[in-house]
């Protein structure tokens, strides 16, 4: 089973910026599509951003326009550059991979990597 280990995450000021990497163990080929999740202390888990086979992209509003999810099949790896980062985007930033339909769906998740922004 493919996993996935991000890193990246670290302390920056507010305005500045940060790129997360998540390495698959194995293709990333034939997935459906690979994700960034984002949980802040007592929130929910939330959709950062998605890069689906094809290679289109979508992002939830509160990152749009600052925030970049691109994909490097060649490298099994998927990167999120993060761009004028506010206190707001602190948080663990989860890779997450899926794969199949029904009863043949499986999703992976990395353990987590931790962006701290200060103001």
């Known amino acids: 089973q493919v996993q996935l280990v991000e890193s990246g995450g670290g302390l920056v000021q507010a305005g500045g910026s940060l790129r997360l990497s998540c390495v698959a163990s194995?293709?990333?080929?034939?997935?459906?599509?690979m994700d960034w999740y984002r949980q802040a202390p007592g929130k929910q888990r939330e959709l950062v951003a998605r890069?689906?086979?094809?290679?289109?992209?979508n992002y939830a509003d509160s990152v749009k326009g600052r925030f970049i999810i691109s994909r490097d099949n060649a490298k099994n790896t998927v990167y999120l550059q993060m761009n004028s980062l506010e206190p707001e985007d602190s948080a663990v930033y989860y890779c997450?991979?899926?794969w199949g339909a029904g009863a043949t769906y499986v999703e992976v998740w990395g353990q987590g990597t931790l962006v701290t922004v200060s103001s």
């Open positions: 890069i689906i086979s094809g290679g289109s992209t």
């Open positions: 997450h991979a899926d």
């Open positions: 194995g293709s990333i080929f034939s997935i459906n599509g």
